[in-house]
């Protein structure tokens, strides 16, 4: 824990925790938005030679796919959130980490899929989020807050 768990948060920190819920909000549109591109992220993830049940197949498991990686992704991120928010430095350790692998898998997702504009843009303003958190978690004021 924090050696001032009974202070108010420093900005820095407020900012990186405002960020997280962001994040959180951005992946409910990301999954509602998935199934609304389902049928085209298929034909284009998937191939155009598969046959009506294959595709079946791969609609089933990017809804499956979608949802529980969403309430996986939202539970972890809401909970790193609270303890970020309470001063618990692990949680800015465990949401670096977190955050390099979405960056690192964001940008070769942008660069390798071709995907709707929407989901596209969702996901720039997603790196760029991420982006900001590492900024922010990482700040004097947030590291003096954490440690």
Do not use: C
């Amino acid at each position: 824990m924090s050696n001032h768990p009974a202070t108010d948060p420093p900005s820095a920190v407020k900012t990186s925790v405002n960020i997280v819920w962001a994040l959180v909000a951005l992946a409910v549109l990301s999954t509602i938005l998935s199934f609304v591109y389902l049928d085209e992220l298929v034909a284009t993830g998937a191939g155009t030679g598969l046959s009506d049940a294959q595709q079946d197949a791969a609609r089933t498991g990017g809804i499956i796919g979608a949802v529980l990686g969403y309430l996986v992704f939202g539970a972890l991120w809401v909970a790193l959130g609270i303890f970020l928010r309470k001063g618990a430095n692990w949680a800015r350790i465990v949401l670096t980490v977190l955050t390099v692998i979405g960056l690192l898998v964001g940008v070769v997702s942008l660069l390798a899929q071709d995907q709707p504009a929407l989901l596209l843009l969702v996901g720039v303003i997603t790196l760029a989020l991420y982006a900001a958190l590492l900024y922010f978690m990482w700040q004097r004021e947030s590291t003096a807050y954490l440690t």
